[in-house]
């Protein structure tokens, strides 16, 4: 059965940094694009971050370009997003998603259709003012 645990959310202040990861059961999604996704309440899920299986392709959206980076360790089937000078709009609960496929199939997936294959639980972020 394959999963996706999110870990590493919490609550912190505006300015703050937070590191999630997210480990994949299965050997399988280390071929995946990864990406992290997010919702607030009342909102309706938005595209975050994501990478290609060999990280040589990453998308961020606009809001976190600068503050957020993406990264993944093949080796140990996880995907980290590292937030920084976080603010209180960030605040949401944060999802990690594994889509295969072909790269630019796979990314244009996630990053257009806020769609994908797997998903983990999420893991809460909260950024107090």
């Known amino acids: 059965q394959v999963q996706l645990v999110e870990s590493g959310g919490g609550l912190v202040q505006a300015g703050g940094s937070l590191r999630l990861s997210c480990a994949a059961s299965?050997?399988?999604?280390?071929?995946?694009?990864k990406g992290w996704f997010r919702q607030a309440p009342g909102k309706e899920r938005e595209f975050v971050a994501a990478i290609s299986w060999s990280a040589g392709t990453t998308y961020y959206a606009d809001s976190v370009k600068g503050r957020f980076t993406i990264s993944r360790d093949n080796a140990k089937n996880t995907v980290y997003l590292q937030m920084n000078s976080l603010k209180p709009e960030d605040t949401a609960v944060y999802y990690c998603?594994?889509?295969?496929?072909?790269?630019?199939?796979?990314?244009?997936?996630?990053?257009?259709?806020?769609?994908?294959?797997?998903w983990g639980q999420g893991t809460q972020v909260t950024v107090s003012s």
């Open positions: 998603a594994a889509e295969g496929g072909p790269t630019a199939q796979a990314m244009g997936v996630m990053t257009s259709r806020i769609s994908a294959t797997y």
């Open positions: 299965a050997r399988t999604l280390s071929s995946y694009a």
